[in-house]
């Protein structure tokens, strides 16, 4: 009786049931209706410069701490070792910067004076500065890239799967790794791998991971891997080791209401950090005829072919002399002028005319009966800038 007594008390004791996995589909829905991400945390990695000769060193320290809006809108600070600057990233086509001389020396600036973008706030062309994607921070495109994820959560250090492969292309030379997770994050919390091949690179593998909380609704914590980074071919020390919060309702209307300030700040026109030149056509150069050689006009037409810049340029222009008609013929040096325009609106056009006066020019006719020009034009960037419609998008922004 005791024996069986014992087998039945054995035999009735069950397992606890297995929790089912949790699937990526089901971790990307609450974070797609997060009204706000807050992030911060740092990565490493190479900063594009205007000037390839002093591009910074491949291993520039970036610190950020950025609240990713809704409606795809990311703001905040990013610090690229130590140099701070305030970020407005709108869209993929307006983000606007404001910093010290010591950023804009790091991170190099469009060939006009410094005093132009120290201190001012500039409209940013370079959407990916910084290394890293600032769009994929917002709630809808990490839920979107959550929703690549084809494997569920996992726990523990094993690295992540490798991807699916195509048949017509070559096995990836390395392997996923199995990065750690950003600080504040317990070790043991679920993840979702986000693994892809990298074809610019000899089909190596880019990866990264989504870390959420253990316990029930598993809210995202963070991010680490270098998948979010541009850069491509970076080591696995790179990697962006980022931590978010998700914010409240209130918080974002907060967020909001902080951004449209910052935006009503901007002025109506400002500076962009990029290169722009006019469109140059020599439109007028008159020979000298026997006996006649006084100075020697030059015309120059000017196009701006931009759609959005208004730009101002210096041109100087170098006048050549030679007895023979044919450009390649005419090489003597015969003197310069300058030309200046101020601010030339997107389509616009202009003439503007210099003269050369030079001794040079009536001992050539001299010494030849005729006597032709030809001219080479220099440019230099005085000014680029656009209207910033900074107060329209303040007022388009959402109340939360």
Not at 30 to 39: D, E, G, Y
Not at 97 to 124: C, I, M, N, S
Request: neutral net charge.
């Amino acid at each position: 009786m005791t024996a069986l007594a014992l087998a039945a008390g054995c035999t009735s004791a069950q397992p606890p049931p297995e929790r089912p996995a949790l699937k990526a589909a089901d971790l990307a829905a609450p974070v797609r209706a997060a009204p706000l991400l807050h992030w911060t945390g740092s990565w490493r990695g190479p900063i594009e410069s205007f000037d390839p000769v002093k591009r910074p060193a491949p291993d520039n320290r970036v610190e950020a701490d950025l609240r990713a809006m809704g409606n795809g809108a990311v703001f905040g600070t990013v610090t690229i070792d130590g140099a701070t600057a305030t970020v407005l990233r709108l869209d993929d086509k307006t983000q606007f910067v404001k910093a010290d001389a010591r950023y804009w020396r790091l991170v190099g600036h469009a060939a006009l004076p410094l005093r132009d973008f120290a201190g001012q706030w500039v409209a940013e062309w370079n959407h990916l500065l910084y290394g890293l994607d600032l769009a994929r921070l917002s709630p809808q495109r990490v839920a979107a890239d959550l929703a690549e994820i084809e494997t569920p959560a996992a726990t523990g250090t094993a690295a992540p799967p490798m991807p699916a492969v195509p048949t017509w292309v070559a096995p990836p030379t390395d392997r996923p790794v199995a990065y750690p997770p950003p600080d504040g994050v317990p070790a043991g919390a679920p993840h979702l791998d986000l693994t892809r091949l990298d074809t610019s690179s000899t089909d190596a593998v880019r990866n990264g991971t989504y870390w959420f909380s253990p316990e029930a609704p598993h809210r995202l914590l963070g991010y680490s891997g270098v998948e979010l980074l541009t850069n491509l071919g970076l080591a696995p020390e790179a990697a962006a080791r980022l931590t978010v919060r998700t914010g409240t309702a209130q918080e974002a209307a907060d967020a909001y209401a902080d951004l449209a300030a910052r935006l009503r700040g901007i002025p109506r026109t400002v500076t962009v950090n990029t290169t722009a030149l006019l469109d140059q056509e020599v439109s007028q150069i008159t020979p000298c005829a026997p006996g006649v050689c006084g100075p020697v006009a030059v015309g120059l037409r000017l196009t701006n072919d931009s759609e959005k810049l208004t730009i101002g340029e210096r041109i100087d222009v170098t006048l050549y002399g030679g007895d023979f008609w044919m450009p390649d013929r005419i090489t003597d040096k015969v003197g310069t002028c300058r030309v200046s325009v101020g601010r030339l609106a997107p389509g616009k056009s202009v003439r503007k005319v210099c003269v050369v006066e030079d001794p040079r020019i009536q001992r050539m006719q001299r010494e030849d009966k005729h006597v032709w020009f030809r001219a080479e034009t220099s440019a230099t960037l005085t000014s680029v800038t656009t209207p910033s419609r900074a107060e329209q998008r303040a007022r388009e922004l959402p109340a939360h």
